[in-house]
């Protein structure tokens, strides 16, 4: 994946929000790639990064994660029917005011929230949450004005398809034993008939 910017024409003051409460001494500057890339499995990628479990000297009450640049938000991909059926919700304060807006919608309106909020909500509730939400710059599109940091891009690792769900495995091997047990049962009927036919076949002594 390359990681060489274009010209960035979006909000800098948003995009650069925040870095200078961060100590990047030390830190990384990872790049993920988010242009096909399965929602939930990116953001599983993301979360351990951030919190710097990749290190050996990782220690939940540190925060020792590296920087986070997360591009082509807009191209996340979901599983399944998740666009239409999964919706996010929150509450004014006011009575009988609960909002609601759908995944589908979402993207539409600001594709970058939907991997914020899917990598916060991997994280754990304490003190830390915030700075290593100031460590998540993610962009709609391949655009970004990091391009004077040593950025590393991420690679995701392989993911492993399984051929078929283990209880739909299970079906399948219950209903090719069945088949092979009826099979056997005809053959032995059909033996069955063949060892009467032969033995009233022959003559009487």
């Not at 951030?50 to 082509?72: E, F, H, M, S, W």
């Not at 539409?108 to 939400?133: F, G, Q, S, W, Y």
């Not at 069945?178 to 063949?194: E, F, L, M, R, Y």
């Amino acid at each position: 994946m390359s990681v060489a910017p274009q010209a960035f024409n979006g909000n800098l003051k948003k995009a650069v929000a925040g870095i200078r409460r961060i100590n990047l001494e030390g830190l990384r500057w990872r790049v993920f790639d988010a242009k096909g890339q399965v929602l939930g499995r990116l953001a599983s990628q993301i979360s351990t990064v951030v919190q710097g479990k990749d290190k050996p000297t990782y220690a939940p009450n540190r925060d020792d994660g590296d920087i986070c640049v997360i591009l082509n938000a807009k191209h996340i991909a979901v599983t399944g029917r998740k666009l239409t059926d999964k919706f996010y919700r929150w509450h004014t304060g006011y009575i009988g005011h609960l909002k609601e807006r759908s995944l589908k919608d979402q993207m539409a309106k600001d594709p970058t929230e939907v991997i914020r909020k899917a990598v916060l909500r991997m994280l754990p509730r304490n003190k830390l949450r915030d700075d290593r939400d100031l460590k998540l710059r993610i962009f709609p599109d391949s655009e970004h004005p990091f391009g004077d940091k040593p950025l590393q891009p991420y690679v995701m690792p392989p993911r492993q398809v399984r051929e078929m769900r283990p209880r739909a495995r299970r079906a399948v091997i219950r209903a090719q034993k069945k088949a092979d047990q009826q099979q056997q049962g005809v053959n032995k009927i059909s033996k069955g008939k063949k060892r009467d036919e032969t033995h009233n076949s022959q003559p009487t002594a």
